[in-house]
């Protein structure tokens, strides 16, 4: 996953606002997209219990985040 074919749109401050990542799989182009706003907007954040948490297998990254099965 070094190496992934991505779109990145700014602001004019230099923020990113869209993020598009594509991956080719087999016949298939995925593209996942994710859109940024907020920035600077106060927020809470309960931290999981020790027993919620999960290390990923960098092997399952590809299927995470591209959806891949």
Request: net charge negative.
């Amino acid at each position: 996953m070094r190496r992934l074919p991505a779109e990145v749109w700014l602001e004019d401050a230099g923020l990113a606002r869209r993020v598009a990542i594509q991956n080719a799989s087999g016949n298939r182009q995925i593209w996942q997209v994710l859109d940024l706003w907020h920035f600077g907007v106060e927020v809470t954040i309960t931290l999981p219990d020790a027993d919620q948490i999960a290390i990923a297998d960098p092997a399952d990254l590809q299927r995470i985040f591209m959806g891949d099965g």
